[in-house]
């Protein structure tokens, strides 16, 4: 799909097609993209965005069609050859060497001959003129471990400019940003874009499309759905393009109705392995009936926090109860059994074992229950059985019980955990990051089974860096910054005043 | 481009993948057997006469896939809880201390069936009490279980030197053995199930322990797959951070785990010590602990590969031996290269010959 312009085109992709075994995974993908534009590819999980990027930059290799890089046909066969033809990537993941400087890891992979001198002049000399061309401030020694994401993604943007790219891939940018850092990478692509590059946006997020695009394109299923002129679309015309229906956007929920405090947490401090505290003296309560979001910028205690409260990490001092009794250093199976169900943070590593099978997952931490078998025995025509009434109530697709967890969208691995932590009907949910890389259908479903979860009368303690989640589903908000709870606001406190809490500045 | 996530069908990926590797590995036996001057398609055919063309040879190469059976489970109830336990060796060993002393004390008073089922868990006790210590140094310390298992068999095999030349040897003898045990103290040879097949077992030392390790299979498949405890090492062994988010304490599981993987191992005992030799010898393991790796490895850690796998190792051992009796070149250490080109394409280069696979499966099925 392409609209009419009067620049040269960028990219052109014609007719790509690519499958994964029965996936199809992209079909017959047409796109072009303007030089000097911003393009936006939005999409749930699984609708192939990453597919495409991934054969533009010759991880994958499509099976059939073209690609044209400013009107000449490619043939990307890896990524070096991407980044010959002036293509550069940037991760959701960043691609970094932790403990290397910004210089160093700038010249990674170019560093020009045998010895390192040469190489170093050329790059800090190229480093000064990218910063000057483009606003791109990062001190080049400074090593990467000890500055700010929003500084880490920078050097991301300045390894690919280095190189030579021409055109720039970002992937999901602002996952990992504050509302400030976000800004600030906003302005760094207009002015990249304005001195000629082309950049293409990958994500989710509406609103970001809508801020900073010229021209978006939609893709579902595999499929290229529309492309628009971002000026000339809506945020609504594009969530109905993205997941083939109309979808709330708001979350509808009713006033709060608090009872007695469920869970309760007194001076709780907690430290990581290294012994640095993360959660400083931390104190608040949750009531039955009610959500409690939990607002702040990643890696400001959140984590462990809620780590602490679901018995994984022990905490260094202060109390924790659940529904009156203590449960600071009792393990998640005890916690289990006093009610407490937890959505964790991370569905990868901690909600799901990627690699068993989808019933296999939906027994994890409830495993020793009765109703899955008698004693040591595990009973597996209950345990199938009861997750295919799970996947027919939570819709989870396919609904293939026998399926390796690894093949279900992000989307229905999170409905998953959220089948199996709700459906046992505990007093109390501790959620962290309930959407994350889960797609707008999804959203709206598990955002429908918390406010639920609250009118029957639960506690919802809810972490999210997604500041919008925090907004619309809570009904007191704490915000976390430096691992102290530096304040509270109801739950129609405005972004701004939130934004500023966030970052320290105010309380 | 990444071929590994796309997954196969299972007898592509537990049938032509194996044989091609083993096919890959005698090309290349076969071929240092060229370079040596002999005729490798003459060695292969002695090799498969000599472990499989008669009763007796047939008893000798299940004698050996007996041992490589439970050395094998014992590697791979380990690897399901992520760990890795290199230990087997010096648990079988110190297994045949905890077997021949149950022999030793019972031989005289009860006939065999009364003395296995205490020499069985005598062997395994002996067998869980060596994989113990390295076990809880791993669950409390975080000492690595690799390092500390190793050290174990060396450890063990101290120990076992210093039992049977001060504690059990017979007085007045040279060799350092316990005496042999009375029929009361020894296993039952299966004359009857190679007669069945209208065989003779001849002096192969083929008995009751192959149907022990037979039913350790069967019961190390309940454990892994139909039972809590054994969906808890699976957890554990594929994702920690899972298991800690489900409150499965690491500790336990690893402790467990290993007992059950020494256990295993220790059994494996029964088989040289009560079931041939019919007395504790020095140093009678004799690698099967380490061969169990390579089956474990190659028997994709499933009880029924395992057997597949122990059974192709039995033949390697016995056929190997036949081999370098008629063919004088072709020494005891030929048949260790042999071996180790089993062991290195079936086990560390597992991998190798799957994307190429994955391609031609694609263009095949048209996906």
Redesign the interface.
């Known amino acids: 799909m392409s609209l009419d312009s009067p620049k040269e085109p960028a990219i052109e992709l014609v007719g790509i097609d690519k499958k994964f075994g029965a996936v199809h995974a992209n079909r017959n993908i047409n796109l072009t993209v303007a030089k000097g534009s911003i393009h936006g590819i939005i999409g749930e999980n699984g609708a192939g965005k990453s597919t495409l990027m991934s054969i533009l930059y010759g991880f994958y290799h499509a099976d059939q069609g073209e690609i044209r890089i400013f009107g000449k046909p490619v043939a990307i066969r890896d990524s070096q050859t991407a980044i010959a033809s002036g293509i550069g990537m940037v991760h959701q993941h960043f691609m970094l060497v932790e403990n290397f400087t910004v210089l160093e890891n700038v010249m990674l992979g170019a560093e020009g001959g045998q010895l390192l001198r040469k190489g170093v002049a050329t790059a800090r000399k190229e480093l000064k003129r990218l910063e000057d061309d483009y606003g791109l401030e990062v001190d080049p020694d400074a090593v990467i471990e000890e500055l700010p994401v929003g500084s880490q993604q920078r050097v991301e943007i300045l390894k690919a400019l280095y190189r030579g790219a021409e055109i720039l891939i970002l992937d999901e940018p602002t996952g990992v940003l504050t509302p400030a850092e976000a800004d600030h990478l906003f302005k760094v692509l207009r002015v990249l874009r304005d001195q000629g590059k082309t950049i293409i946006l990958i994500t989710h997020k509406l609103r970001e499309i809508m801020a900073i695009t010229d021209t978006v394109s939609v893709m579902r299923r595999g499929e290229m759905v529309a492309t628009r002129r971002t000026a000339e679309t809506t945020v609504e015309e594009l969530a109905e393009l993205m997941v083939g229906r109309r979808v709330l956007l708001r979350v509808e929920k009713g006033g709060a109705n608090p009872g007695k405090v469920l869970l309760s947490v007194r001076n709780l401090t907690v430290k990581d392995s290294r012994g640095v505290t993360m959660v400083d003296d931390v104190s608040f309560d949750v009531r039955a009936g009610e959500i409690v979001g939990i607002a702040g910028v990643a890696g400001n205690g959140q984590s462990e926090l809620l780590e602490a409260i679901a018995g994984i990490r022990k905490p260094a001092s202060g109390e924790i109860f659940i529904d009156g009794q203590p449960a600071a250093g009792i393990d998640p199976a005890g916690l289990r059994d006093l009610g407490l169900a937890h959505i964790p943070e991370d569905r990868h590593h901690m909600g799901l074992v990627l690699k068993f099978e989808e019933y296999e997952n939906s027994i994890l931490g409830y495993h020793r229950d009765e109703r899955y078998g008698r004693g040591a025995m595990l009973d597996l025509d209950a345990i199938r059985k009861d997750a295919e009434e799970k996947i027919a109530k939570y819709d989870i697709r396919p609904p293939n019980a026998r399926l390796r967890t690894a093949n279900f969208s992000g989307g229905n691995q999170q409905k998953i955990v959220v089948a199996r932590e709700i459906e046992r009907d505990p007093k109390m949910l501790i959620i962290g990051q309930p959407t994350r890389g889960v797609d707008i259908g999804a959203i709206e479903f598990i955002h429908k089974r918390i406010i639920e979860m609250r009118d029957a009368g639960k506690a919802v303690l809810l972490v999210s860096v997604e500041l919008d989640e925090i907004r619309s589903l809570s009904d007191r908000i704490l915000v976390m910054f430096a691992g102290k709870v530096v304040g509270e606001k109801s739950g129609e406190a405005g972004e701004q005043t939130l934004g500023l809490m966030m970052a320290g500045i105010a309380a | ?2 071929t590994a ?3 196969l069908p299972a007898w592509i990926n537990y049938g032509v993948i194996p044989l091609l590797n083993l096919v890959l590995a005698f090309f290349f036996s076969g071929l240092v057997v060229w370079a040596i001057g002999e005729n490798p398609f003459e060695a292969l055919q002695l090799l498969l006469i000599g472990a499989l063309g008669r009763g007796e040879g047939i008893g000798f190469t299940l004698f050996y896939t007996t041992s490589f059976i439970f050395t094998g489970l014992s590697v791979a109830v380990a690897i399901h809880a992520g760990l890795f336990n290199i230990g087997s060796e010096g648990q079988a060993y110190l297994g045949g201390l905890g077997a021949a002393l149950v022999a030793l004390s019972l031989d005289h008073y009860v006939p065999w069936y009364v003395t296995m089922p205490f020499a069985v868990i005598g062997a395994a006790l002996f067998g869980a009490a060596c994989a113990a210590i390295p076990a809880w140094l791993q669950a409390k310390r975080g000492s690595h279980i690799v390092i500390t298992t190793i050290m174990f068999n060396f450890i063990v095999s101290s120990l076992m030197n210093y039992v049977l030349v001060r504690l059990l040897i017979v007085p007045g003898k040279m060799a350092p053995e316990t005496r042999t045990f009375l029929e009361g103290g020894q296993l039952p040879k299966l004359d009857w199930l190679i007669a069945l097949f209208g065989g003779r077992l001849g002096a192969a030392p083929l008995n009751f322990s192959f149907l022990i390790a037979l039913l350790m299979c069967f019961l190390v498949w309940v454990l892994i797959w ?7 090492m ?2 554990l062994g ?2 920690p ?2 298991a ?6 690491y500790a336990k599981i690893v402790m467990i785990t290993m007992l059950i993987s020494g256990g295993l191992a220790g059994m494996m005992a029964l088989n040289p010590v009560m079931g041939a030799s019919a007395r504790l010898q020095i140093e009678f393991v004799g690698g099967a602990g380490f061969v169990g790796i390579a089956v474990s490895l190659m028997g994709r850690n499933h009880p029924a590969g395992i057997i597949l796998a122990a059974l192709l190792f039995g033949i390697l051992y016995q056929g190997g031996a036949e081999l370098s009796f008629d063919m004088p070149r072709i020494t005891r250490d030929m048949i260790v290269v042999i071996q180790g080109m089993v062991i290195l394409f079936a086990g560390a280069l597992e991998y190798m010959l799957r994307p190429a696979i994955v391609r031609l499966y694609q263009q095949v099925t048209g ?1």
């Not at chain 2, 139909?226 to 808890?232: A, F, I, S, V």
């Open positions: 481009m990444s996530s796309v997954s139909r039972t809590k405890l054994g969906y808890e699976r957890t594929i994702s951070s899972a800690s988010y489900a409150g499965i304490r996906k």
